[in-house]
Nanobody
């Protein structure tokens, strides 16, 4: 599966952005989808994931209550709605996919989110 993320940009603290990730392939709904991010000088970290059906989502504690991940299997697309953004959310955000019992083997190119204080 090929992934392309977009929607990043510059936003002030307290603002919102929505990231999207479009996937190729006919079996999109069979993949668990995730978002990770890498902040400057830090290691890549998990942000959120959603199961193939979209029924279950999981979030890092740092974004819980502010970010919402969803998917539209008819459009082969996942979304990350980011509200109440903080400067520490500044990072390159990556879309990723895995089979339910596998590892995150598929990665998009990343999209930069910059939150100014």
């Amino acid at each position: 599966v090929q992934l392309q993320a977009f929607g990043g940009g510059l936003v002030q603290a307290g603002g919102s952005l929505r990231l999207s990730c479009a996937a190729s392939g006919r079996t999109f709904s069979s993949y668990v989808m995730g978002w990770f991010r890498r902040a400057p000088g830090k290691e890549r970290e998990f942000v959120a994931s959603v199961t193939g059906s979209g029924d279950n989502t999981y979030y890092a504690d740092s974004v819980k209550g502010r970010f919402t991940m969803s998917r539209d299997n008819a459009k082969n697309t996942v979304y990350l709605q980011m509200n109440s953004l903080k400067p520490e959310d500044t990072a390159v955000y990556y879309c990723t996919a895995r089979k339910p019992s596998g590892n995150y083997d598929y990665w998009g190119q990343g999209t930069l989110v910059t939150v100014s204080s």
